[in-house]
């Protein structure tokens, strides 16, 4: 059975800090990882990340992937109080069927 | 990357009602995703819409419960019928977009009282 494993489950730190967001996988097909942030209804997508040792970044958010240990890392460096959010974790087989979510990781962060 | 419109946002219903949530997608796509986020939960497919056949539900749903329809490939409609307060979620569609991801629609909050 396809897995896909995120830590930690809650996060609370203090603007300014760095966190780091943890996604493991076990999936029978993979052709990317996707993290996204869910702050009200809908995700919004970050990074989808097919290769490995590519390190992706947006601002002060990046991603990487290691294809051989099966997991991912998700880095926010000098965090906001607008980062506060669920960020989802999710691997997507071959094209033309429906990601495999974690059960996502939420970020408090506090003034 | 895709725009999705989905209405409605929001709703309160009665149990024992049914309600159809719809999905219109800004260009034409092969297959459109339902989920259903429980409170607390992460993200469970409900089933995979194809235009042109039948959806295929996952595990633990039913299309008697939630019937999709698909009239063509810009757009899609999943109803939630008979509806209990287990059924409180949100409900979102999604689409993939290849290089540039799955994006999803703005969501539906339902509430069944």
């Known amino acids: 059975e396809d897995k896909v494993v995120q830590s930690p489950l809650s996060l609370v730190v203090h603007e300014g800090d760095t966190v780091t967001l943890n996604c493991s996988y076990e999936v029978t097909n993979f052709r990317s990882l996707l993290w996204y942030k869910q702050e009200k209804k809908a995700p919004t997508f970050l990074f989808m990340l097919?290769?490995?040792?590519i390190e992706k970044k947006s601002g002060r958010l990046s991603s990487i992937l290691d294809k051989k240990e099966l997991f991912s890392i998700l880095n926010i460096t000098a965090t906001q109080t607008g980062d506060s959010a669920i960020y989802l974790c999710a691997v997507g087989p071959n094209s033309g069927y429906a990601l495999n979510f974690g059960k996502g990781t939420s970020l408090l962060v506090t003034p | 990357s895709a725009v999705i419109s989905q209405k409605p946002s929001r709703d309160i219903c009665q149990r024992g009602t049914s309600l159809t949530i719809q999905c219109q997608v800004d260009s034409q796509v092969t297959m459109m995703f339902w989920y259903r986020q429980q409170p607390g939960q992460s993200l469970t497919l409900i089933a995979t819409a194809n235009q042109g056949s039948e959806a295929t539900y996952e595990s633990g749903f039913v299309i008697d419960k939630f019937p999709i329809s698909r009239p063509n490939l810009t757009f899609s409609t999943l109803t939630v019928s008979n509806m209990s307060p287990e059924d409180s979620s949100i409900y979102l569609c999604?689409?993939?977009?290849?290089?540039?991801?799955?994006?999803f629609g703005s969501g539906t909050r339902l509430t069944v009282v």
């Open positions: 999604s689409v993939d977009r290849g290089g540039y991801g799955y994006t």
């Open positions: 097919t290769s490995s040792g």
